[in-house]
Protein backbone atom coordinates (compact mmCIF):
# COMPACT_ATOMS: atom_id res chain seq x y z
CA UNK A 1 0.00 0.00 0.00
CA UNK A 2 0.95 3.53 -0.75
CA UNK A 3 2.63 5.53 1.69
CA UNK A 4 0.42 8.35 0.99
CA UNK A 5 -2.22 6.33 1.06
CA UNK A 6 -5.27 7.05 4.29
CA UNK A 7 -6.84 4.21 6.02
CA UNK A 8 -10.77 3.87 6.55
CA UNK A 9 -13.31 1.66 7.80
CA UNK A 10 -16.98 1.96 6.84
CA UNK A 11 -19.99 -0.68 8.67
CA UNK A 12 -17.27 -3.52 8.98
CA UNK A 13 -14.99 -2.82 5.34
CA UNK A 14 -11.80 -1.74 6.25
CA UNK A 15 -10.46 0.18 2.90
CA UNK A 16 -7.48 2.52 1.88
CA UNK A 17 -7.85 5.62 -0.34
CA UNK A 18 -4.77 6.89 -2.47
CA UNK A 19 -5.03 10.43 -4.14
CA UNK A 20 -1.72 11.65 -6.06
CA UNK A 21 -3.35 14.59 -6.35
CA UNK A 22 -2.64 17.18 -2.48
CA UNK A 23 -5.50 18.43 -2.90
CA UNK A 24 -7.76 15.48 -3.74
CA UNK A 25 -6.04 13.99 -0.72
CA UNK A 26 -7.10 16.62 1.65
CA UNK A 27 -10.74 16.46 -0.08
CA UNK A 28 -11.07 12.37 0.59
CA UNK A 29 -9.66 12.53 4.10
CA UNK A 30 -11.97 15.09 4.77
CA UNK A 31 -15.18 13.71 3.97
CA UNK A 32 -14.10 10.13 5.26
CA UNK A 33 -11.92 11.88 8.52
CA UNK A 34 -14.82 9.99 10.74
CA UNK A 35 -13.97 6.80 9.59
CA UNK A 36 -10.54 6.67 9.97
CA UNK A 37 -8.44 3.66 11.10
CA UNK A 38 -5.38 2.05 11.70
CA UNK A 39 -6.63 -1.59 10.34
CA UNK A 40 -5.32 -3.02 7.54
CA UNK A 41 -7.88 -2.75 4.42
CA UNK A 42 -9.33 -5.59 2.51
CA UNK A 43 -9.82 -3.31 -0.64
CA UNK A 44 -8.18 -0.54 -2.05
CA UNK A 45 -9.25 2.61 -3.91
CA UNK A 46 -6.99 5.67 -5.47
CA UNK A 47 -7.78 8.78 -7.48
CA UNK A 48 -4.84 9.26 -9.87
CA UNK A 49 -4.43 12.67 -11.46
CA UNK A 50 -2.59 11.39 -14.72
CA UNK A 51 -0.21 14.29 -17.34
CA UNK A 52 -0.87 14.04 -20.43
CA UNK A 53 -2.26 16.02 -23.48
CA UNK A 54 -4.93 17.50 -20.95
CA UNK A 55 -5.66 16.26 -17.27
CA UNK A 56 -6.93 12.84 -16.99
CA UNK A 57 -8.34 11.79 -13.38
CA UNK A 58 -8.23 7.95 -13.00
CA UNK A 59 -10.39 5.54 -10.25
CA UNK A 60 -9.36 2.38 -10.05
CA UNK A 61 -10.13 -0.77 -7.56
CA UNK A 62 -7.54 -2.90 -6.48
CA UNK A 63 -5.51 -1.41 -9.38
CA UNK A 64 -8.19 -2.01 -11.74
CA UNK A 65 -9.19 1.24 -13.55
CA UNK A 66 -13.50 1.83 -12.97
CA UNK A 67 -13.53 5.15 -14.32
CA UNK A 68 -11.52 7.87 -16.64
CA UNK A 69 -11.97 11.52 -16.65
CA UNK A 70 -10.96 15.03 -17.41
CA UNK A 71 -13.44 16.39 -14.83
CA UNK A 72 -12.33 16.37 -11.54
CA UNK A 73 -15.33 16.88 -9.30
CA UNK A 74 -16.69 13.27 -11.44
CA UNK A 75 -13.62 11.45 -10.55
CA UNK A 76 -14.28 12.47 -6.96
CA UNK A 77 -17.97 11.38 -7.46
CA UNK A 78 -17.40 7.88 -9.02
CA UNK A 79 -14.83 7.25 -6.17
CA UNK A 80 -17.61 8.45 -3.71
CA UNK A 81 -19.88 5.52 -5.31
CA UNK A 82 -17.47 3.05 -5.34
CA UNK A 83 -16.59 2.93 -1.79
CA UNK A 84 -20.17 2.77 -1.45
CA UNK A 85 -20.84 0.03 -3.20
CA UNK A 86 -18.67 -1.80 -1.89
CA UNK A 87 -19.64 -0.86 1.76
CA UNK A 88 -22.70 -2.27 0.87
CA UNK A 89 -21.59 -5.47 -0.76
CA UNK A 90 -19.70 -6.43 2.48
CA UNK A 91 -22.59 -5.43 5.00
CA UNK A 92 -25.12 -7.29 2.99
CA UNK A 93 -25.76 -10.63 5.00
CA UNK A 94 -27.99 -12.52 7.45
CA UNK A 95 -26.99 -10.36 10.42
CA UNK A 96 -27.90 -6.99 8.91
CA UNK A 97 -30.50 -5.19 7.16
CA UNK A 98 -30.02 -2.11 4.47
CA UNK A 99 -32.45 0.07 3.86
CA UNK A 100 -32.14 2.98 1.45
CA UNK A 101 -32.93 5.55 4.61
CA UNK A 102 -30.83 8.97 5.89
CA UNK A 103 -31.25 8.26 9.53
CA UNK A 104 -30.50 10.48 12.51
CA UNK A 105 -30.76 10.30 16.31
CA UNK A 106 -31.62 11.92 19.59
CA UNK A 107 -28.66 12.49 22.50
CA UNK A 108 -30.59 9.42 23.89
CA UNK A 109 -30.18 7.24 21.19
CA UNK A 110 -34.09 7.67 19.28
CA UNK A 111 -33.65 7.66 15.81
CA UNK A 112 -35.35 8.77 12.88
CA UNK A 113 -35.55 7.13 9.61
CA UNK A 114 -35.78 8.85 6.53
CA UNK A 115 -36.81 5.93 4.08
CA UNK A 116 -37.46 7.34 0.27
CA UNK A 117 -36.10 7.31 -3.79
CA UNK A 118 -33.32 8.63 -4.37
CA UNK A 119 -34.01 12.62 -5.73
CA UNK A 120 -36.48 12.90 -2.65
CA UNK A 121 -34.65 14.84 -0.31
CA UNK A 122 -33.68 12.71 2.57
CA UNK A 123 -29.54 13.85 2.08
CA UNK A 124 -31.01 17.70 2.34
CA UNK A 125 -33.23 16.87 5.40
CA UNK A 126 -30.99 14.74 7.31
CA UNK A 127 -28.36 17.67 7.10
CA UNK A 128 -30.95 20.36 8.40
CA UNK A 129 -31.64 17.79 11.13
CA UNK A 130 -28.37 17.63 12.09
CA UNK A 131 -27.60 21.17 12.25
CA UNK A 132 -30.28 21.44 14.55
CA UNK A 133 -28.58 19.19 17.28
CA UNK A 134 -29.25 15.41 16.04
CA UNK A 135 -26.38 12.80 15.94
CA UNK A 136 -25.37 11.42 12.24
CA UNK A 137 -26.35 7.94 11.33
CA UNK A 138 -26.00 8.20 7.50
CA UNK A 139 -27.43 9.79 4.68
CA UNK A 140 -28.69 7.24 2.54
CA UNK A 141 -28.02 3.66 3.73
CA UNK A 142 -28.90 2.76 6.68
CA UNK A 143 -27.67 -0.73 8.34
CA UNK A 144 -29.65 -2.58 11.27
CA UNK A 145 -28.46 -5.22 13.21
CA UNK A 146 -30.93 -7.91 13.33
CA UNK A 147 -29.68 -8.78 16.66
CA UNK A 148 -30.09 -5.55 18.38
CA UNK A 149 -32.25 -3.85 16.53
CA UNK A 150 -30.16 -0.36 16.46
CA UNK A 151 -29.00 1.65 13.24
CA UNK A 152 -25.15 1.37 12.73
CA UNK A 153 -23.67 4.45 12.19
CA UNK A 154 -22.20 4.90 8.18
CA UNK A 155 -20.99 8.40 8.49
CA UNK A 156 -20.23 8.48 4.55
CA UNK A 157 -20.01 11.91 2.71
CA UNK A 158 -23.49 13.58 2.57
CA UNK A 159 -24.41 14.40 -1.05
CA UNK A 160 -25.76 17.82 -1.24
CA UNK A 161 -25.59 20.27 -3.94
CA UNK A 162 -23.16 23.02 -2.92
CA UNK A 163 -25.89 25.55 -3.93
CA UNK A 164 -27.67 24.60 -0.97
CA UNK A 165 -25.39 25.01 1.55
CA UNK A 166 -26.35 28.15 1.80
CA UNK A 167 -29.54 26.54 3.62
CA UNK A 168 -27.76 25.86 6.68
CA UNK A 169 -26.67 28.49 8.60
CA UNK A 170 -23.59 27.17 10.42
CA UNK A 171 -22.03 25.34 7.08
CA UNK A 172 -18.56 25.59 7.00
CA UNK A 173 -16.96 27.23 4.17
CA UNK A 174 -15.60 25.68 0.88
CA UNK A 175 -11.74 26.34 0.84
CA UNK A 176 -11.18 27.42 -2.80
CA UNK A 177 -9.03 24.64 -3.97
CA UNK A 178 -11.70 22.10 -2.86
CA UNK A 179 -14.42 23.47 -5.33
CA UNK A 180 -12.80 21.91 -8.70
CA UNK A 181 -13.05 18.45 -6.77
CA UNK A 182 -16.27 19.01 -5.26
CA UNK A 183 -18.31 20.43 -8.60
CA UNK A 184 -21.57 21.61 -8.30
CA UNK A 185 -23.34 18.61 -6.76
CA UNK A 186 -20.68 18.43 -3.87
CA UNK A 187 -21.25 16.60 -0.67
CA UNK A 188 -20.77 17.91 3.16
CA UNK A 189 -20.18 16.34 6.09
CA UNK A 190 -21.72 16.26 9.73
CA UNK A 191 -18.57 18.34 11.21
CA UNK A 192 -19.29 20.85 8.13
CA UNK A 193 -22.51 21.93 10.11
CA UNK A 194 -20.98 21.34 13.42
CA UNK A 195 -22.89 17.85 14.48
CA UNK A 196 -21.44 14.62 15.63
CA UNK A 197 -21.60 11.12 14.62
CA UNK A 198 -23.83 9.28 16.77
CA UNK A 199 -24.02 5.78 18.76
CA UNK A 200 -25.59 3.06 17.22
CA UNK A 201 -29.73 4.04 18.01
CA UNK A 202 -33.09 1.89 17.50
CA UNK A 203 -35.51 2.92 15.24
CA UNK A 204 -38.77 5.30 16.96
CA UNK A 205 -39.96 7.08 13.98
CA UNK A 206 -40.10 6.35 10.39
CA UNK A 207 -40.72 9.67 8.23
CA UNK A 208 -40.99 8.94 4.50
CA UNK A 209 -39.81 12.67 3.15
CA UNK A 210 -40.90 13.99 -0.41
CA UNK A 211 -39.35 17.44 -1.47
CA UNK A 212 -42.07 19.39 -3.44
CA UNK A 213 -41.36 22.93 -4.74
CA UNK A 214 -44.04 25.81 -3.57
CA UNK A 215 -45.65 23.13 -1.03
CA UNK A 216 -46.84 23.83 2.42
CA UNK A 217 -45.33 21.42 5.39
CA UNK A 218 -47.27 18.70 5.72
CA UNK A 219 -46.73 15.66 7.82
CA UNK A 220 -49.01 12.89 7.94
CA UNK A 221 -49.86 9.47 9.95
CA UNK A 222 -48.41 6.93 7.29
CA UNK A 223 -50.10 3.38 7.97
CA UNK A 224 -48.17 0.51 9.53
CA UNK A 225 -49.14 -1.54 6.49
CA UNK A 226 -47.66 1.19 4.35
CA UNK A 227 -44.81 1.58 6.67
CA UNK A 228 -43.82 -2.14 6.24
CA UNK A 229 -44.20 -1.96 2.11
CA UNK A 230 -41.95 1.67 2.33
CA UNK A 231 -38.91 -0.40 4.05
CA UNK A 232 -39.39 -3.41 2.10
CA UNK A 233 -39.49 -1.45 -1.49
CA UNK A 234 -36.23 0.68 -0.15
CA UNK A 235 -34.30 -2.06 0.63
CA UNK A 236 -31.26 -3.43 -0.50
CA UNK A 237 -31.66 -7.41 -1.02
CA UNK A 238 -33.85 -8.24 2.18
CA UNK A 239 -35.51 -10.63 0.48
CA UNK A 240 -32.07 -12.81 0.91
CA UNK A 241 -33.55 -12.58 4.16
CA UNK A 242 -36.63 -14.89 3.28
CA UNK A 243 -39.58 -15.17 5.71
CA UNK A 244 -37.52 -13.53 8.27
CA UNK A 245 -37.74 -10.07 6.47
CA UNK A 246 -41.35 -9.72 7.04
CA UNK A 247 -40.95 -10.54 10.76
CA UNK A 248 -38.03 -8.22 11.28
CA UNK A 249 -39.46 -5.25 9.33
CA UNK A 250 -42.61 -5.73 11.39
CA UNK A 251 -41.31 -5.54 14.54
CA UNK A 252 -39.17 -2.54 13.51
CA UNK A 253 -42.47 -0.78 12.20
CA UNK A 254 -44.20 -1.74 15.17
CA UNK A 255 -41.78 -0.07 17.37
CA UNK A 256 -42.45 3.25 15.82
CA UNK A 257 -44.50 6.09 14.75
CA UNK A 258 -44.89 6.35 11.06
CA UNK A 259 -45.61 9.22 8.89
CA UNK A 260 -45.36 10.72 5.38
CA UNK A 261 -43.72 14.55 4.62
CA UNK A 262 -44.43 16.77 1.72
CA UNK A 263 -42.19 19.76 2.57
CA UNK A 264 -40.43 22.89 0.07
CA UNK A 265 -39.50 24.66 3.48
CA UNK A 266 -36.38 23.09 4.99
CA UNK A 267 -36.15 24.80 8.65
CA UNK A 268 -40.05 23.77 8.53
CA UNK A 269 -39.67 20.34 7.86
CA UNK A 270 -37.04 19.81 10.20
CA UNK A 271 -38.59 22.07 12.88
CA UNK A 272 -41.44 19.52 12.65
CA UNK A 273 -39.61 16.35 12.32
CA UNK A 274 -37.76 17.45 15.61
CA UNK A 275 -41.16 17.85 17.21
CA UNK A 276 -42.78 14.82 16.40
CA UNK A 277 -39.74 12.58 17.51
CA UNK A 278 -39.95 14.68 20.99
CA UNK A 279 -36.63 16.05 21.24
CA UNK A 280 -34.99 19.40 22.71
CA UNK A 281 -32.21 20.23 19.99
CA UNK A 282 -30.55 22.01 22.64
CA UNK A 283 -30.24 18.96 25.30
CA UNK A 284 -29.65 16.84 21.78
CA UNK A 285 -26.68 18.58 21.11
CA UNK A 286 -25.31 18.34 24.75
Given at each position: MSATASRFECLGLGFSVDASDPIAREVVEHL??????????????????????????????????????????????????????AVVAAATGPSTALLHAASASDASGRAVLLPAASGSGKSTL?????ERGLGYLTDDISAVDLSSGLIRPYPKPISTPVRLRRKFEHAATIPDAHLEWLGD????TAADVGAVIASPAAPRMIVSPRYTPNAGTELTELSRAAAVRLLIDQSFGIGSLGNEALTFVGA???????????????????????????????????
Open positions: YAPCRTEAEPTIRFALRTVDAEKVTHVVTVDDAVTQSTDRAHLALAHLVWEISQVTALIEGFILVADCRCYSLVYSDLAEAAAVVIDALGTDPAAASD
